[in-house]
Nanobody
Framework: QVQLVESGGGLVQPGGSLRLSCVASGSIFSIYVMGWYRQAPGKRRELVATIASGAGTNYADSMKGRFTISRDNAKSTVYLQMNSLKPEDTAVYYC???????????WGQGTLVTVSS
């Protein structure tokens, strides 16, 4: 079973940038589709982006052009580079690992991103 630990959240001003990291352990990282999701206060958790082992990516429409997901299989790490941040990007960001044969979805504990002046 894979364990996920996120880092990199914090307070940033509108228009600023942050890079989130998620380190995986306990399983073979390359078998998982990795993703980032977020949950804002009072809202449902939503997809931000996913990246397959072969590096194919998928983004939510509102994140295209501002956010970039990437992975380093040698470091068992997935990243989320967030640029041009807006107050509405404020949320807890969760790392996700998915593989149906390995048990489905696994989640990290989340890291808080606050965009405010």
């Amino acid at each position: 079973q894979v364990q996920l630990v996120e880092s990199g959240g914090g307070l940033v001003q509108p228009g600023g940038s942050l890079r989130l990291s998620c380190v995986a352990s306990g399983s073979i990282f390359s078998i998982y589709v990795m993703g980032w999701y977020r949950q804002a206060p009072g809202k449902r958790r939503e997809l931000v982006a996913t990246i397959a082992s072969g590096a194919g990516t998928n983004y939510a429409d509102s994140m295209k052009g501002r956010f970039t997901i990437s992975r380093d299989n040698a470091k068992s790490t997935v990243y989320l580079q967030m640029n041009s941040l807006k107050p509405e990007d404020t949320a807890v960001y969760y790392c996700n690992a998915y593989n149906s044969a390995a048990g489905g979805h696994f989640w990290g504990q989340g890291t808080l991103v606050t965009v405010s002046s």
